[in-house]
């Protein structure tokens, strides 16, 4: 009896071990590898597979997932950098010059500091109502404002200069002189764009997301023995178990995000009146990019009937993505998507909100390309809620 209980825990534990360390390893070349992630070391990602190990370069990768699922929406402070990543955490203090936070759902990284200067606004409890979160989303993307602003939870509103906060009170610059007001009348805050300073590097690089919904960039990566080390930007080094983990993606190499770039035009067709942009990263009410209850960390977000150019040099061998209807429309939208390559349609389908789910595109071919167009035109219902997500969409260079 006491034998059958230690194999059965021996195997417990090794069906828990890989289950942790299951992935799905992307490659730009087409190919999908899944295996146990096994390493990550000197920009080398290591899987055990049915075959025995295989190591890929990380500049090779489109992205690595772990099957893990979010945690349901966290109660926790978030602070938003100004390259978009999303820190979810517990805000302790400011003072001079940086903002002091903790990871709770990760206590193995605790506490560490985030300069001002790399933060574009920051919620003190991130809200647990999806439009609230939507609304406060939106209003952090305002692009228009020449000092810090200060949103209160009765909703008013105040602009100034920051000058830090504690567990209680919450300080800033007026035209009245220092203002201090409690802490717990703050809901959140945005900072002075012209005071940000956040370069970004061209050297390789990894976008991470865990499991209590943070993504952040970091600049070196290591895996071992299930417990990953990660240097953000901001210089500050993070430990976490990799069952934290949901996803890694690394930037800088053979794949290029297409919302990185700039389109060359943009053309827009209105059904009536109302014009609508189109939104990097967000859908086109400013909002996360969401299909079928899935978040995508990048996108783009564009309404019928609209058209990005891209120009393309011959640079890249393939483009994929998927794409359907945001979620915001609650199973509405009827749109058309067209995807052209110097002028010629390689890819065109309906697609629907009531499907609830992205369309996976089949992987285009570039070679020798000068231009990819992507079109959303008018569906059955003419304009009405057609919010169309482009997700994940990626250019893979030439060798």
Known sequence: MRFTVIIGLIFSFSAWNDFINAAELYLADGEVVQGKLIQIEQNQFTLQTDSGKRTFPADEIIRVES????????????????????IFAELLRSEEDVVFVRLNSCPETGGFKIPLETIQAASFQWPSNRQLRTELIQKIARKDQKSDLFFLNNGDNLEGELLGFDASTFRFESRGGETSVPRKG?????INPELINFPQPEQLRYRIRLTNGSQ????????????????????????FGLKRLVSITPLGGQVVPLSDLKPVDYQFTPYFSQAWNWQQNRNVLSGPLRVGGKEFVSGLGMHSASELHYQLDGKYAAFQTEVGIDDTTQGKGDAEIVILVDQRIVFQQAIQGASQQTVLVPR????????????????KNADI???????RPVLIRQK
């Open 364 to 379: 285009i071919d570039l070679s020798g390309a000068r231009e990819l167009i992507l079109k959303v035109n008018f569906g």
């Open 385 to 391: 809620q057609d919010h169309v997500n482009w997700c």
């Open 67 to 86: 099957g893990k699922l979010l945690h349901s929406q966290p109660r926790e402070g978030l602070v938003i950098l100004a390259n978009d990543d999303r």
């Open 216 to 239: 952040l960039t970091v600049s070196s990566l290591i895996l071992d023995k299930n417990e990953i080390t990660a240097k953000t930007l901001f210089g500050a080094e993070l430990h």
């Open 186 to 190: 703050i809901r959140f805050f945005t």
